[in-house]
C-alpha cells in the first residue's frame, strides 16, 4: 500500500481538532514534501522521523517520492506532536505496518533521533477529544497519566517508537494505562479560624463565595486584607468532575503540572508589575494568561492601584463576559475566564490615611493620583467594596475563635443550591431573570431609586446592588430581598466613604 492516512489532533486553545495525516509514496525524484501549513517545528519533524526510523532498524523509503499532507491544509501546525504520526504513516504506507493495525487509533508524541518517544503539552484536551471520538491513544509514556485523566478512554502509553511497531504488530501489547493513585483533593491548610475579628470583612468573604461576586477590600497596612484573601478557595464548593477537567485543561495547555492541583480552586496572584499580556494571555502564539489560570477560582490582585492602568483596563470585557479571545496575525485563540476577582489597596501611598495608630503623610494631590489609578467602569464592577480597618489590640491577643471554613462552605454552598435552581449564580443571572428574582415592591423601589440618585451610582451598579441583595437573602434561606438586604449591597458600594476619609 502506498498511501497511509493516520490519525492525530492539533492543539487549538483548548480545543483538539482532528488532524489527519496522509502520507503517499510514489516514483519519481526521491525526496520528502511536508504540505499542510507546517510551522517551523513542524517542518524539522522531517529529520527527526528519518533518523528515528533508521536508528529504531526500520527501512526509510529513501527512493521513493513522498508526500506528507497535514489535513485540513488551512489549520496551523505546531510543535513536534505529529512526529509520531507521521512515522507511523511512513511505516504504513511502505508496508511495514499493516494498514488495518491503525484503525481506531490516534496518537501524538515527538521523536527523537533514536526513536524514543517525548512528551508533548496539551495532551489532555486531545485525550478527551479523543475519548468523544471512541478511539484508542498512543502517548509519550509521561503523559499516559495527564491523558488518563479524561476518565473512559483506552490510553496506550510507549517509550519508543519499537514499542508502539510491535503493539500495532500484535507482537507485544501495550496494556492500557491506569491511574496508579487517583487523584485526590488535598484540605487547604489556609483556615477562616485563623482570621481575628475582621467581622465585616468575612462576612463580604462569605457574601462574595456565595454568589460569585468580585470583592475589593481597603485598609492600612498589615490589616489582613492579604490573609482574607487566601481564605476565599477554602469556603467556595469544591469543583465537579467537569470544572476539575476544564481547570485541567487550561493548566495542561500552559504545560503546568496537573496532579499538584488537581480538584482545586485555583489561586492566582500575579504580581503588580504584570504586562497586560501576562494578565490576559498573548504570545506570537496565544498561550492561556493568569485570568484564564485563575478560571473557576479566584484571582487576586494585591496593591490594586500599583498595577499598570491599561493592565487593569483589560480585564473589563472578560469580567463580563467570563472569556477572552486573544487574535493575532495568523492565529485566534479563545480561552474562558469565569475568575472572580479579589482585590486589596492601600486607601493612600503611604497606607496610613483613616489609620488612628499612624498619620497619614500624603499630600491631598498625591492621594487624587493615587486613587484616580481606578477607573470608574472598573470599580463599577466590584460587587463588594469592604474597609479592612486596623483593628485594637484586644482583638489581636484574643483566643476567642470565629467560624472555620468549613461551617462558612456549608452556608455557601446552600445559598448556591437556591442560586442553581433559579438559573445560574447570582453574579452571572442576566438582567431579566434578575429583575423577576428580586421582585420589588414599589415601595422598596422608590426608595431605592432616591438612595442611587443620593449616591450618584450608575445603572451598572444598580444591577450589583440587586445581586448582592439576592444573594444576602438566599444567604438568609429568604425567597426574595426586603429592604434590609437592600441596604447592605448599598453599603458595600461606598467606595469614597471608606477611602477618602480625613
Not at 504520526?85 to 501524538?108: N, R, T, W
Not at 428580586?438 to 426608595?447: D, F, N, Q, V
Amino acid at each position: 500500500m502506498t498511501l497511509a492516512i493516520v490519525n492525530t489532533r492539533a492543539s487549538v486553545g483548548l480545543e483538539a481538532p482532528e488532524v489527519l495525516v496522509e502520507v503517499h509514496l510514489a516514483n519519481g525524484l526521491p525526496g520528502l514534501t511536508l504540505v499542510g501549513l507546517p510551522e517551523t517545528a513542524v517542518k524539522e519533524s522531517r529529520e527527526r522521523v528519518r533518523s528515528a526510523l533508521v536508528n529504531a532498524g526500520f527501512e526509510f523509503p529513501n527512493t521513493r517520492r513522498i508526500t506528507l499532507n497535514l489535513a485540513p491544509a488551512d489549520l496551523p501546525k505546531e510543535g513536534g506532536r505529529f512526529d509520531l504520526p507521521i512515522a507511523l504513516g511512513i511505516l504504513v504506507a511502505s508496508g511495514q505496518v499493516p494498514a488495518e493495525a491503525i484503525d481506531g487509533v490516534e496518537c501524538l508524541g515527538e521523536l527523537a533521533l533514536d526513536g524514543r518517544l517525548r512528551p508533548v503539552t496539551g495532551v489532555l484536551p486531545v485525550a478527551l477529544a479523543t475519548r468523544q471520538a471512541r478511539r484508542r491513544l498512543i502517548v509519550p509514556r509521561e503523559n499516559a497519566d495527564e491523558a488518563a485523566l479524561a476518565g473512559d478512554l483506552e490510553v496506550l502509553p510507549a517509550g519508543h517508537l519499537l514499542e508502539v511497531v510491535a503493539h500495532l504488530l500484535g507482537q507485544t501489547r501495550i496494556p492500557a494505562h491506569r491511574l496508579a493513585t487517583p487523584p485526590t483533593i488535598p484540605d487547604t491548610s489556609a483556615d477562616l479560624l485563623e482570621v481575628r475579628g475582621q467581622h465585616q470583612a468575612r462576612r463580604a468573604l462569605e457574601v462574595a463565595a456565595a454568589g460569585a461576586h468580585n470583592l475589593l477590600f481597603a485598609g492600612p497596612p498589615g490589616t489582613g486584607k492579604t490573609m482574607l484573601a487566601s481564605r476565599l478557595p477554602g469556603i467556595l464548593p469544591r469543583l465537579t468532575d467537569d470544572e476539575a477537567l476544564e481547570v485541567a485543561a487550561i493548566r495542561s495547555v500552559a504545560g503546568l503540572s496537573l496532579r499538584d492541583e488537581w480538584g482545586e480552586r485555583p489561586f492566582r496572584s500575579p504580581h503588580h508589575t504584570a504586562s497586560a499580556v501576562a494578565l490576559v494571555g498573548g504570545g506570537s502564539k496565544p498561550r492561556p494568561g493568569e485570568i484564564s489560570l485563575a478560571h473557576q477560582g479566584v484571582l487576586f490582585l494585591d496593591e490594586l492601584p500599583e498595577f499598570s492602568r491599561s493592565v487593569l483596563e483589560v480585564m473589563r470585557e472578560p469580567m463580563e463576559s467570563g472569556c477572552i479571545s486573544i487574535s493575532r496575525a495568523n492565529h485566534q485563540r479563545r480561552y474562558p475566564a469565569r475568575f472572580q476577582l479579589v482585590a486589596a489597596m492601600n486607601p493612600c501611598p503611604c497606607g496610613h490615611l483613616g489609620d488612628p495608630r499612624q498619620r497619614c503623610q500624603c499630600t491631598a494631590a498625591q492621594i487624587q493620583r493615587y486613587q484616580s489609578r481606578l477607573s470608574g467602569p472598573l470599580l463599577d464592577r466590584i460587587d463588594l467594596q469592604v474597609e479592612v480597618p486596623a483593628l485594637p489590640p484586644e482583638q489581636l491577643t484574643s483566643t476567642q475563635a470565629g467560624e472555620s471554613s468549613a461551617q462558612v462552605r456549608a452556608r455557601v454552598e446552600a445559598a448556591r443550591e437556591r442560586q442553581y435552581a433559579r438559573g445560574g449564580l447570582n453574579a452571572h443571572l442576566p438582567g431579566r431573570e434578575l429583575e423577576a428574582a428580586c421582585a420589588l415592591g414599589t415601595a422598596e423601589r422608590t426608595w431605592l431609586a432616591e438612595v442611587l440618585e443620593r449616591l450618584n451610582l450608575s445603572a451598572r451598579a444598580y444591577h450589583r446592588v440587586l445581586r448582592v441583595a439576592l444573594t444576602l437573602a438566599d444567604l438568609a434561606g429568604e425567597p426574595q430581598p426586603a429592604k434590609a438586604h437592600l441596604m447592605e449591597a448599598i453599603g458595600y458600594r461606598q467606595l469614597d466613604r471608606l477611602l477618602r476619609r480625613a
